[in-house]
C-alpha cells in the first residue's frame, strides 16, 4: 500500500511539474501580452482634471540601473508635456502609463545630450502609439537644429510607417517635432507658451558654456512650479522661485563627488582637477540649493538630476540631501523615477 501511496504521490508530483513548466507559462505571458495592450488604451483616455507632475528620469550623465536621464513630465488640461528627454524617456514614459498620444509641447532646458538625447525616439513612438497632432519642441538656439537631426535619423523608418493603415496623414515635420526656438539673450525670461489656462516661462539660468540655458516656470490653477534645468546658483532664478509652490533643481552633492574624483584617481584614471571643478561650477551644491529655496520662500523642494546619481534608496537619498535641512525651512524630497505629485491636493 506504501508502495503504490509513493508511485501515486510521483505520479501527481510529475503531472504538476509538467503543468508547471508547458501549461502556466504560456498563460502568463497570454495574461501580459493583455495587459499590455489594455493598458495602452488606458493611457489614452486621459483624466482631463487631472494636473500632476511625474519624474520619467532623475539621473546625470553617469549611467545608474534605477534613474534615467533628465525627464519631468507634466499632465494639465488633457495635455502630455515634457522637460527634457534624456536617454529612457520613453521607457519610462511608458511603463508610467502615462498618454503619450497627447503629447503636447516639450521643453528643453539646453542641448547636453543628458537632456535631449531620447527625444527623438519620445517623438517617434508617441506617434506609432496613436499620436495625431503636431509637437511644439522649446528649446534654445540650436534645437532646430537637432530636430532636423532626428528627422533624418529617423527618415526612412517614418516613410516606410507613414504608408501603413492609421498612420498616415501626418506630415513628416508634424510627426518629429516643430522647433520654437527661445532667444532670450537680453531678456531674463518671457511667457513662452499660453493655452488654456497653462502658462510656461522660459527665464535664462548659469550653465557653462552654453550662451543660453534655460528653466521654465508653470502656472496652472493658482500654483507655481519652477524648474531649474541645469544650472550654478542663479539669481533670476531666485527671482522667479520667489513665493512658487515647488523647486525642482537639479544639484551635486560636494563630498560624494569629491568621492568620485578620489575612486578615479585609486582606479588609475587620469582625474584632471579642472574638469572636475568645471562641473561644481556648472551645477549647484545641495547646500547651495538649500540656501537659495530658503531666499526664494518656495513652498517645497525636489531634488533631482543628481550628481553622483545614486541608487534609489532611502538611505543613498538622505546622504544625498545632507545638511540640507539645517538651511532650508520646507519639506525635500529626493526625486526617485515614478515619482508622481498630484499638483491639485
Ligand atoms: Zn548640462
Ligand atoms: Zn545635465
Redesign the pocket.
Known amino acids: 500500500v506504501t508502495g503504490r501511496i509513493a508511485f501515486l504521490a510521483a505520479v501527481v508530483l510529475v503531472l504538476t511539474g509538467a503543468l508547471a513548466a508547458h501549461v502556466l507559462p504560456p498563460r502568463l505571458v497570454d495574461a501580459f501580452i493583455d495587459r499590455a495592450v489594455s493598458e495602452t488604451f488606458e493611457a489614452r483616455a486621459v483624466d482631463e482634471d487631472r494636473f500632476a507632475l511625474h519624474f520619467c528620469g532623475t539621473g ?2 553617469q549611467h545608474q540601473a534605477d534613474r534615467s ?2 525627464c519631468l513630465a507634466l499632465l494639465a488640461g488633457g495635455r502630455l508635456f515634457l522637460f527634457d528627454a534624456g536617454p529612457g524617456s520613453s521607457q519610462r514614459l511608458r511603463e508610467a502609463n502615462l498618454p503619450i498620444t497627447r503629447l503636447e509641447a516639450v521643453f528643453l532646458t539646453h542641448l ?1 545630450s ?2 535631449v538625447s531620447g527625444l527623438g525616439d519620445v517623438l517617434q513612438v508617441s506617434w506609432t502609439y496613436g499620436r495625431r497632432g503636431p509637437v511644439e519642441v522649446y528649446g534654445p538656439p540650436g534645437s532646430a537644429d537637432l530636430l532636423d537631426g532626428f528627422a533624418l535619423v529617423f527618415q526612412h523608418d517614418v516613410e516606410e510607417r507613414r504608408g501603413k493603415s492609421g498612420l498616415d496623414g501626418m506630415t513628416a515635420g508634424e510627426i518629429m517635432g516643430q522647433a520654437r526656438e527661445i532667444d532670450l539673450s537680453p531678456q531674463s525670461g518671457r511667457v513662452v507658451y499660453e493655452r488654456d489656462g497653462v502658462v510656461i516661462r522660459a527665464f535664462t539660468v548659469v550653465h557653462p558654456s552654453w550662451e543660453q540655458a534655460f528653466g521654465y516656470s508653470i502656472s496652472h490653477r493658482g500654483k507655481t512650479i519652477v524648474i531649474s534645468g ?1 544650472t550654478n546658483v542663479s539669481q533670476t532664478l531666485i527671482a522667479e522661485a520667489a513665493g512658487a509652490d515647488l523647486l525642482i533643481h ?1 544639484a551635486y552633492n560636494a563630498r560624494l563627488f569629491n568621492r568620485v574624483g578620489a575612486a578615479l584617481e585609486r582606479h588609475g584614471g587620469d582625474v584632471d582637477p579642472e574638469r572636475l571643478e568645471q562641473v561644481a561650477e556648472a551645477h549647484t551644491s545641495t547646500h547651495d540649493l538649500a540656501r537659495l529655496a530658503q531666499e526664494a520662500g518656495v513652498g517645497a523642494v525636489y531634488v533631482t ?1 543628481l550628481i553622483p546619481s545614486i541608487p534609489a534608496n532611502r538611505w543613498a537619498e538622505a546622504a544625498f540631501i545632507e545638511g540640507m535641512d539645517r538651511l532650508y525651512d520646507g519639506p525635500i524630497t529626493v526625486a526617485r523615477d515614478g515619482m508622481q505629485i498630484e499638483l491639485d491636493d
Open positions: 546625470s550623465p536621464q533628465s547636453h543628458d537632456h541645469d537639479e538630476h
